[in-house]
Structures are given as structure tokens and as C-alpha cells.
């Protein structure tokens, strides 16, 4: 079992960092939190990947004050989707034609959405980004949506402020990845964990909203976003 879980945990970052490096190349616009990285990697001049690393362990230490601890999985993922953005880079041509690129964000967010399930389906830990939702939303009592959607409105602005692509991509990942994840999750769940993840899942519903449940986007970088 736990060879199955390290290497969902390890494929499904992999895959993660290429469908970064794909939605770059499709030029059709990023995700809330790559449209940041994109923004910063212009303005530093490094690459996405180490973008993606810096602020992956940047965002980590505001975990400190939300009392949150990072697992075996998060660390992993900090480190992980940057390196293979910059190999998917590497490897992969930018598209000049519309159909290319449609093609290649279609591409992009399957890909994005299979390996979401698929590292949340390792049950090591979320990534940095996703746990900071999740304890922000614990800590201040807003659900989990407020959360999320006040970080990313946050971070796509400044993202595009420093020069990040927003586009019909970003729309397109908005509305795709959380049922995308929601289809393929129960496929990539390690079996031993179904029972103890739908109870866990039941004992924080609502009303209390404190403890309202991460989405398996929530849980994803993707978010997510293993950044």
C-alpha cells in the first residue's frame, strides 16, 4: 500500500508540474496562483519552476501562526511541481496557431485534474497554497469558498499587475478542475483511506462552519496546485 501511495504521490506531482508548463505554453491564461508565479518569474528573471519552489516554501511560513504542519505530501509538492514545470518547459513547444493552443489547454486541465486526484488520493498532506486555505478558513471560522476565493482574487490581481497571463484559460480552469477532481478523485483513493476520508469528510460538514471540509480542489495546488 504505501508503495502505491508514494508513487501516486510522486506521479501525480510530476504530472501536475507539466500541466503548469502546458497551460504556459497554450498562452491562453493561468491559473489563479501561476498567473503570480508567472508574474514574479518576469519581473526576477528566474525560471517559473523556482518561482513555484520559492513561494511554495514562502507560503509555508504563514502556516505558522494558522498552527498548521506540513506533511511528507506538502513538502514533496513544494519542491516537486516546480522542477517538472521547468522540465515540461524545456520540453514542450509554444503554440502559434488558436487550435494548437485550445488543444493544448484542453490538454493542460485534464492532465491538472488527474493529478490533483491523484496526489489527494496519497493522503500525504496538501500543498502549501491549499493549506493555507484550509487554515485560514479553520482560524478565522469563514468557510473554506471565502477562503479560497479572497487568496486567489489576492494573488491573480497581483499577478496580473506584475505582468501574469490571465485569459479564457483561467476561466476555463475556474469552472473545470473542482467537478473534474470530484469524478476522478474516487479512482485514484487509496482504498484503505475511503472509509476514514468519507467519515472525516461527514464528521465536519455543516453547520459548523469552522470545520467546514476542503473540496478536492481545496485539498489540491489544484488546485491545487499540488502549487
Not at 502546458?22 to 496562483?33: E, N, Q
Not at 516537486?80 to 522540465?87: E, K, P
Request: glycine share 14%; aromatic share 8%.
Amino acid at each position: 500500500m504505501m508503495t502505491r501511495r508514494l508513487l501516486q504521490l510522486f506521479t501525480g506531482l510530476a504530472m501536475y508540474g507539466v500541466s503548469l508548463a502546458m497551460f504556459i505554453r497554450a498562452g491562453l491564461g493561468l491559473d489563479p496562483w501561476d498567473v503570480f508565479h508567472q508574474g514574479v518569474a518576469g519581473r526576477t528573471g528566474l525560471s517559473i519552476g523556482a518561482v513555484v519552489i520559492i513561494v511554495s516554501f514562502l507560503v509555508l511560513l504563514l502556516w505558522i501562526p494558522l498552527k498548521q504542519w506540513p506533511g511528507f505530501g506538502t513538502l514533496c509538492n513544494a519542491v516537486l511541481v516546480g522542477v517538472f514545470a521547468d522540465i515540461g518547459l524545456a520540453l514542450i513547444p509554444a503554440f502559434s496557431h488558436l487550435g494548437g493552443q485550445i488543444a493544448l489547454l484542453a490538454g493542460a486541465v485534464l492532465l491538472n485534474g488527474i493529478a490533483s486526484a491523484c496526489y489527494i488520493g496519497a493522503r500525504f498532506g496538501p500543498g502549501a497554497r491549499d493549506g493555507l486555505m484550509t487554515g485560514l478558513a479553520r482560524r478565522t471560522g469563514w468557510s473554506v469558498r471565502i477562503s479560497r476565493t479572497l487568496i486567489e482574487v489576492v494573488v491573480v490581481g497581483a499577478g496580473w499587475l506584475l505582468g501574469g497571463s490571465v485569459g479564457v484559460g483561467t476561466v476555463v480552469y475556474a469552472l473545470a478542475i473542482g467537478p473534474l477532481v470530484q469524478l476522478l478523485l474516487p479512482y485514484f483513493m487509496v482504498p484503505a483511506a475511503v472509509g476514514a476520508v468519507q467519515a472525516d469528510a461527514a464528521s465536519k460538514a455543516e453547520p459548523t462552519r469552522e470545520k467546514e471540509p476542503t473540496s478536492p480542489v481545496g485539498e489540491s495546488e489544484a488546485t491545487v496546485r499540488a502549487s
